[in-house]
T-cell receptor, first 111, second 115 residues
């Protein structure tokens, strides 16, 4: 299938540290990428997006980096807080036709 | 502004039945997309509607269908339910003027269980 989610990779970080979540995308024709955060019992929440003509974009406490050469996307969260605990998904827009989501990474914050 | 709303939030059906899920987009949004989320396959795109027309479609069988009304509200229907259709069905809305590249805002989902 286009995404696998049975066993989510997990990242555990200490509160206050920076987190980096990585994502490899599949299609070199993808031109738009989005990071979503999903908390338990809720739908995905938009965090930040980036278009393929950029390699970095910053938001509030978050930065997305795009490396088209190796088809890699990362989300950096600065000064991680307990409320950042969630599953994080990257999504790629393929030919403006559909969004394909990555498998997701579960971020756990240790006090 | 109110967010995307989905009804019902939970649903239990038996194999062979059909089900209709409803989505109300954010006011002013004209595009509605539907996704299926399961532990095994993750989040998968079903289809997108814009101005009452299906604009994009994922790789799901014809048992999955949808429609959009003139007020942008959307419904999706699954006929002849199978056990594997048990999933969280998510609806997302966007302004729709740039297709899938518009920021999509998700609703809380409808949890469908097929027995």
């Amino acid at each position: 299938g286009e995404s696998v989610g049975l066993h989510l990779p997990t990242l555990s970080v200490q509160e206050g540290d920076n987190s980096i979540i990585n994502c490899a995308y599949s299609n070199s024709a993808s031109d738009y990428f989005i990071w979503y955060k999903q908390e338990s019992g809720k739908g995905p929440q938009f965090i930040i997006d980036i278009r393929s003509n950029m390699d970095k974009r910053q938001g509030q406490r978050v930065t997305v980096l795009l490396n088209k050469t190796v088809k890699h996307l990362s989300l950096q969260i600065a000064a991680t807080q307990p409320g950042d605990s969630a599953v994080y998904f990257c999504a790629e827009n393929i030919l403006a036709q559909k969004l394909v989501f990555g498998q997701g990474t579960r971020l756990t914050i240790n006090p | 502004k109110a967010g995307v709303t989905q009804t019902p939030r939970y649903l239990i059906k038996t194999r062979g039945q059909q089900v209709t899920l409803s989505c109300s987009p954010i006011s002013g949004h004209r595009s509605v997309s539907w996704y299926q989320q399961t532990p095994g396959q993750g989040l998968q795109f079903l289809f997108e509607y814009f101005s009452e027309t299906q604009r994009n479609k994922g790789n799901f069988p014809g048992r999955f269908s949808g429609r959009q009304f003139s007020n942008s509200r959307s419904e999706m229907n699954v006929s002849t339910l199978e056990l594997g259709d048990s999933a969280l069905y998510l609806c997302a809305s966007s302004a729709g003027t740039s297709g899938i590249q518009d920021t999509q805002y998700f609703g809380p989902g409808t949890r469908l269980t097929v027995l």
